[in-house]
């Protein structure tokens, strides 16, 4: 795959950022090694490895779930600064 500035516009646009002409080049110049890379580790010969999900060889160990019995709504809301129908009430984020 080549590296072109088609290539540094379009990522640009996904990842919202500007670049100028000097980070352009050096953005151009870092893929190409990064591709590069990636084709010398596709040389090498895989056919006996097991394929893995993980680095390392361990099991979940989660706990099992216990019903416990809920908290008291009015010991959690004492903390509150500002509380409506037993409830945190919190500024308007979204309009």
């Known amino acids: 795959m080549e590296i072109n500035d088609e290539l540094i516009t379009y990522l640009e646009d996904l990842s919202r950022l ?15 090694k990064i591709l590069n890379y990636i084709d010398k580790l596709n040389e090498l010969d895989t056919t006996d490895v097991e394929a893995m999900s993980h680095p390392f060889a361990f099991t979940n160990n989660f706990r099992d779930d216990i019903l416990t019995g809920s908290s008291d709504r009015e010991i959690i809301l004492a903390n509150a600064p500002v509380k409506k129908d037993g409830c945190f009430k919190v500024p308007k984020t979204v309009e």
């Open 18 to 32: 500007k670049l100028s002409e000097e980070e352009e080049e050096k953005a151009k110049v870092d893929l190409g």
